[in-house]
């Protein structure tokens, strides 16, 4: 009751400010001028990725439709040095949901290497980062040779 006072007292001390509408600068014959038209709201648009158009067959890496023009035939993924997987190029050295082979995932914690999935922490031939060998005598303890 007496928060409901003290906003009602609070709203009335304070001036009302009107404020003047906003001109509407464009020209007569502007299409939203007219009363029938129809203004399509920010959420009713297309948006830019759903309406962008790339040229298939320029450049598939550029080119999201590219990827699904291979259809098991390496000869399109072997110019990039990939092979098709789902029908799109993977490189099966270092993907990580097709390590070495199509469909071969690798476990949350392993990274796909040379198409191997290793622990980057303690691979001796990868230790730290891909293609990354520790010298002769030292081992590779959470990503560095010879840790300690």
Same mark, same amino acid.
């Given at each position: 009751?007496?928060?409901?006072?003290?906003?009602?007292?609070?709203? *009335?001390?304070?001036?009302?400010?009107?404020?003047?509408?906003?001109?509407? $600068?464009?020209?007569?014959?502007?299409?939203? !001028?007219?009363?029938? +038209?129809?203004?399509?709201?920010?959420?009713?648009?297309?948006?830019?990725?759903?309406?962008? !158009?790339?040229?298939?067959?320029? #450049? =598939?890496?550029? +080119?999201?439709?590219?990827?699904?023009?291979? &259809?098991?035939? !390496?000869?399109?993924?072997?110019?990039?040095?990939?092979?098709?997987?789902? #029908?799109?190029?993977?490189?099966?050295?270092?993907?990580? #949901?097709?390590?070495?082979?199509? *469909?071969? &995932?690798?476990?949350?914690? $392993?990274?796909?290497?040379?198409?191997?999935?290793?622990?980057?922490?303690? $691979?001796?031939? $990868?230790?730290?980062?891909?293609? !990354? =060998?520790? =010298?002769?005598?030292?081992?590779?303890?959470?990503?560095?040779?010879?840790?300690?």
């Amino acid at each position: 009751m007496t928060m409901a006072l003290a906003i009602t007292i609070t709203m *009335k001390a304070v001036p009302e400010v009107k404020t003047k509408p906003r001109i509407d $600068h464009r020209p007569p014959g502007d299409e939203l !001028n007219k009363p029938d +038209a129809q203004v399509l709201m920010p959420s009713k648009r297309v948006s830019r990725f759903l309406a962008g !158009n790339t040229v298939v067959g320029t #450049n =598939p890496r550029a +080119a999201p439709q590219a990827a699904d023009h291979c &259809k098991d035939d !390496n000869t399109i993924c072997n110019i990039l040095g990939g092979k098709c997987c789902h #029908n799109k190029c993977m490189d099966l050295s270092l993907d990580k #949901n097709n390590c070495g082979t199509c *469909k071969k &995932k690798c476990k949350f914690t $392993h990274t796909c290497c040379r198409g191997e999935c290793v622990m980057l922490a303690f $691979h001796k031939s $990868h230790c730290g980062k891909c293609n !990354n =060998p520790c =010298p002769k005598g030292q081992y590779c303890v959470y990503g560095m040779c010879s840790y300690a």
